[in-house]
T-cell receptor
Framework: DAGITQSPRHKVTETGTPVTLRCHQTENHRYMYWYRQDPGHGLRLIHYSYGVKDTDKGEVSDGYSVSRSKTEDFLLTLESATSSQTSVYFC??????????FGEGSRLTVL | AQSVTQLDSHVSVSEGTPVLLRCNYSSSYSPSLFWYVQHPNKGLQLLLKYTSAATLVKGINGFEAEFKKSETSFHLTKPSAHMSDAAEYFCVVSWGNFNKFYFGSGTKLNVKP
């Protein structure tokens, strides 16, 4: 257990509203990732971070932004949520050890 | 471009029979390879990983996988399925220095009594 906490775990919001998901880790891992999981697509990388204030885009980054001001926290923001962003979002940490550690997921529904 | 293909979206076996979940990857570079398992409404848990040591890798819960470079495959096997193995399994590949991971689309394993 890499001590990864995601919040909120469930959220329902309306189209056009901003949403922020938080990932908190207690293991001091350098790398942090945000993925979304949709049926038939596996997990797709949204953004990742390789250090404080160092982030990069993944394969599905449009409509999302991230911030990492502290080693332990990685925030994912949807500036203006759309129905296509309804998904389950997973935070993961790791990389240096050659494996990923996952949070329990955040289920987001955009109406 | 790197890609990971899981050849079966669903696999159904009877309890006590062997399990085979197939994974192929595309790249000319030596990868690191992983299998993760996801039980319903849970996060993903590492089953096993290959990082250029022995080609036959043993993982948790009796699972193992064999890295075959000539076939660019990393199939997951278990000699005897248990009801608790019912879950979704993901093949994951990483190239370079571990900072990017590529996921297959997943295989849902159903275990019949």
């Amino acid at each position: 257990d890499a001590g990864i906490t995601q919040s909120p775990r469930h959220k329902v919001t309306e189209t056009g509203t901003p949403v922020t998901l938080r990932c908190h880790q207690t293991e001091n891992h350098r790398y942090m990732y945000w993925y979304r999981q949709d049926p038939g697509h596996g997990l797709r990388l949204i953004h990742y971070s390789y250090g404080v204030k160092d982030t990069d885009k993944g394969e599905v980054s449009d409509g999302y932004s991230v911030s990492r001001s502290k080693t332990e926290d990685f925030l994912l923001t949807l500036e203006s949520a759309t129905s296509s962003q309804t998904s389950v979002y997973f935070c993961a940490t790791g990389g240096d050890t050659g494996e990923l550690f996952f949070g329990e997921g955040s289920r987001l529904t955009v109406l | 471009a790197q890609s990971v293909t899981q050849l079966d979206s669903h696999v159904s076996v009877s309890e006590g029979t062997p399990v085979l979940l197939r994974c192929n990857y595309s790249s000319s570079y030596s990868p690191s390879l992983f299998w993760y398992v996801q039980h319903p409404n849970k996060g993903l848990q590492l089953l096993l990983k290959y990082t250029s040591a022995a080609t036959l890798v043993k993982g948790i819960n009796g699972f193992e996988a064999e890295f075959k470079k000539s076939e660019t495959s990393f199939h997951l096997t278990k000699p005897s399925a248990h009801m608790s193995d019912a879950a979704e399994y993901f093949c994951v590949v990483s190239w370079g220095n571990f900072n990017k991971f590529y996921f297959g689309s997943g295989t849902k394993l159903n275990v019949k009594p």
